[in-house]
């Protein structure tokens, strides 16, 4: 059967139209190494045939690798019969490659996803982040796959399994310290660690799970860091993965870019030849313009969601390989949306105020919902509710305990499947004037 997304426009309101996630050259790496996977693979090989992603910049050098899991031979269906015998060398790497294989945008958008819940934390260098499966669907868009909810996660949970699995090693250069920073030298390291798995009662199924960064990705993570927290247009993770994946890595390059040179008081900068290459795309040389179209239609799409404001993208002089050479060597420059990289900086701690422990932390949000003014306001715009919650990192489950509702009542009252009643929208904006007052 072919996969079909069925989106859930209702969902996309229901969180808001942005969510924060951080920036760093570990991040940038690894979208690197993820758009390089999939069936027309940019891995290289190791001296032993192993798949490895190899990042190299004017600051150092990111290699990334598949590290066998504990269920290595059942998670690709490897039988034991052969995994002991004379071909374990060409199982092993075949395997491991057949993993590259499997990495999509999917993929990349699930990992954009799990470091918003990273950036939300007071310290992402020492606390733990936790996300359910729905909460990531309701990220991505996605309500159902082949007809079932139940599909979806089971997708979910396979591209979390193969983040889980991604390792690293890593020589980069650290500005506050003027020394190089050597990870994953003697022991290799892990991307993201998952920390507690949570399962559905009599069936063997996740229903959410609790991880946090790996020592590489949080080296450049740290509570002075998170400055550098910018904005994710969910219209981005709504879009086809399939059929729009182009648009999609072309809005995460601009983003990423986009957040560092606002900060910088300046426009992100970069050469089509640049771009395609973080998106992993391979050049047509044999027919330059339809190159060509596919770039300025994928900018297009990123002024109609919301992602640039403007982009000035020079046209190539001609089609033909000479100029099409030169185009793609041509620096061009757009503008981001200002609501995408202009974040509200987290307060400050009173030095006096005793540390609390991670786990009764809550996380940090950037921006907050604004407070409605009335019960109507909420009973006419239910989304609003679910944007509350992700905002706060509130589960769905303890907003309704605070209302006095069942979960149930409450997934429908946000959904817009149930009327709110006036005195429950009422008490639901005590709650919210409450938790700005605590912040």
């Known amino acids: 059967m072919k996969e079909r997304d069925v989106m859930n426009h209702e969902s996309t309101a229901q ?78 790497s075949g395997s491991l490659r057949a993993a590259v294989h499997e990495l999509s945008v999917e993929t990349a958008d699930v990992f954009l996803i799990l470091m918003s819940q990273i950036a939300r934390l007071r310290d992402p260098t020492r606390d733990i982040a936790r ?71 009599g069936k063997d199924a ?23 927290i910018g904005y994710y247009s969910r219209s981005l993770l709504n879009l086809s993965p399939y059929h729009e994946a182009l648009t999609k890595k072309l809005g995460t390059y601009w983003t990423l870019v ?50 640039l404001e ?19 060597e041509t620096p061009m420059t757009v503008r981001l949306s200002n609501e995408l990289w202009r974040v509200q900086e987290p307060k400050q701690v009173p030095q006096g105020k005793k540390k609390q422990s991670s786990r009764n932390i809550r996380p940090y949000h950037a921006g907050g919902v604004a407070i409605p003014e009335k019960a109507r306001d909420i009973m006419a715009n239910p989304p609003l509710i679910r944007q509350f919650r992700s905002d706060y990192f509130m589960r769905q489950g303890e907003l309704a305990r605070a209302l006095g509702v069942k979960r149930q009542t409450l997934s429908r009252y946000e959904r817009g499947l149930k009327a709110i009643p006036e005195d429950t929208a009422a008490e639901l904006i005590r709650i919210i004037r409450q938790r700005k007052d605590e912040e």
């Open 206 to 228: 996740w229903t959410s799970f609790s991880f946090r960064c790996g020592l590489a990705l949080s080296h450049f993570l740290s509570p002075e860091g998170l400055r550098w």
């Open 131 to 201: 996300i359910s499966m729905g909460e990531i669907a309701d990220f991505r868009g996605v309500h159902v796959r082949h007809g079932s909810a139940g599909n979806l996660y089971e997708v979910f949970k396979k591209e979390i399994q193969r983040l889980a699995d991604l390792c690293l090693t890593m020589t980069w250069k650290d500005y506050t310290t003027g020394r190089a920073v050597a990870v994953g030298k003697e022991t290799p390291d892990r991307l993201l660690d998952i920390v507690d798995v949570e399962y559905k009662h």
């Open 15 to 92: 969180g808001g139209h942005r969510f924060p996630f951080p920036s760093s050259p570990v991040l940038m790496a690894a979208l690197r190494a993820l758009y390089a996977g999939g069936p027309k693979s940019r891995w290289e090989s190791d001296f032993y045939g192993h798949p490895r992603y190899r990042y190299e910049a004017r600051d150092g050098t990111i290699t990334f690798f598949f590290r066998p899991p504990p269920d290595f031979g059942n998670r690709f269906h490897v039988s034991k019969a052969l995994y002991y015998t004379p071909r374990l060398a060409f199982i092993y």
């Open 258 to 307: 986009g957040i560092i040179s606002g900060k910088k008081g300046s426009q992100p900068r970069a050469t089509p030849c640049t771009i395609l290459d973080f998106c992993g795309e391979a050049i047509n040389w044999r027919n330059p313009g339809q190159t060509v179209d596919s770039f300025f239609k994928a900018h297009d799409r990123l002024i109609d969601i919301g992602v």
């Open 310 to 328: 403007a982009s000035d993208l020079p046209e190539p002089l001609d089609r033909r390989k000479g100029y099409f050479r030169r185009w793609l």
